[in-house]
């Protein structure tokens, strides 16, 4: 079902006209109609208006039953090795200090850094011999 479709439904079941909703929602009629009607897909702003002025959970607005679905099942996200994060977490306390030109500067240099030159190669090769 298109979430227009179900909109209407939704609003038919309560009793209610596009008007009560604009009423209750501050969303144009004409509007209302053109969601309905599905000409227009509403943003989740709206959509958490409309269920507002419906008096029902979000949830509703997608899943037709008396109680919330069931959550699935996530997958377990394993946790990253506690010196990286330490690392990243004080990296990213210490880029929020700098202003947007030194992240900048920072960044072309790391990106240099990480791009060896073929005069770097030689100067390696030579101290190794």
Avoid: C
């Avoid at 006209?17 to 209302?32: A, C, V």
């Amino acid at each position: 079902m298109m979430i227009g479709e179900r909109l209407r439904v939704l609003r038919e079941q309560k009793g209610l006209s596009q008007g009560d909703i604009q009423k209750r929602s501050g969303l144009p009629r004409t509007y209302l109609s053109r969601v309905e009607n599905g000409h227009t897909v509403p943003a989740v702003g709206t959509l958490e208006k409309w269920a507002k002025a419906l008096e029902i959970p979000m949830y509703q607005l997608f899943y037709d039953g008396e109680e919330p679905p069931e959550r699935p099942a996530l997958p377990k996200w394993e946790k990253a090795d506690t010196e990286d994060a330490r690392y990243l977490s004080q990296l990213r306390r210490l880029l929020n200090r700098m202003d947007t030109d030194h992240r900048r500067l920072l960044l072309q240099i790391v990106q240099k850094m990480a791009l060896p030159s073929r005069r770097s190669h030689r100067s390696f090769a030579k101290g190794a011999k």
